[in-house]
T-cell receptor, first 115, second 112 residues
């Protein structure tokens, strides 16, 4: 089984709808991240969480919110979806122990299309 | 703010030929750098990382990268590519809290 899973894998929705993307991990990591990927822009950080009680905005948080329901679960919500939120969304996890810069492990991604 | 620049958005290359993917970073303090690979329809996985020590870093699948402080570069190389190396490659720099700043990505298309 995959260590980092994302649901759904694909989603088509309409402008103005609320949508939630979910991420679960079995790696036991305390840190979790949400990124979006757009062609030519690489991945940009939306939100990140260092533990259940710690939520932080990333580079492009406007229009998004998150919830860390448990150490293993981190969900991303679009309160009112708009077409320029059409993108590939990735969840990632990392461990806080050891070196300062640990590898991040990525889920398979959710392709979101907003019509 | 730090930035990471990948100079080539696409690199077509023939099978068994060498490939070099260019990456430049902007940070002037202690530098740590990663290369990630994204195979079609998959998430990203770590290819290699530079944290300190030797400037030549070897990664998985025969890739290596060289950290060059004077040129602020961290170029990725492979002497002989395979069809299976077709993917998108991302250079990334971590900052406080292990957040990653990514370059725009380089798509490598290996042709038979």
């Amino acid at each position: 089984d995959a260590d980092v899973t994302q649901t759904p894998r694909n989603r088509i929705t309409k402008t103005g709808k609320r949508i939630m993307l979910e991420c679960s991990q079995t790696k036991g990591h305390d840190r979790m991240y949400w990124y979006r990927q757009d062609p030519g822009l690489g991945l940009r950080l939306i939100y990140y969480s260092f533990d259940v009680k710690d939520i932080n905005k990333g580079e492009i948080s406007d229009g998004y919110s998150v919830s860390r329901q448990a150490q293993a679960k981190f969900s991303l919500s679009l309160e009112s979806a708009i077409p320029n939120q059409t993108a590939l969304y990735f969840c990632a996890t990392s461990d806080s122990s050891g070196t300062a810069y640990n590898e991040q492990f990525f889920g398979p991604g959710t392709r979101l299309t907003v019509l | 703010a730090q930035s990471v620049t990948q100079l080539d958005s696409q690199v077509p290359v023939f099978e068994e030929a060498p490939v070099e993917l260019r990456c430049n970073y902007s940070s002037s303090v202690s530098v740590y750098l990663f290369w990630y690979v994204q195979y079609p329809n998959q998430g990203l996985q770590l290819l290699l990382k530079y944290l300190s020590g030797s400037t030549l870093v070897k990664g998985i699948n025969g890739f290596e990268a060289e950290f060059n402080k004077s040129q602020t570069s961290f170029h990725l190389r492979k002497p002989s590519v395979h069809i299976s190396d077709t993917a998108e490659y991302f250079c990334a720099e971590p900052c406080a809290g292990n957040k990653l700043t990514f370059g725009g990505g380089t798509r490598v298309l290996v042709k038979p």
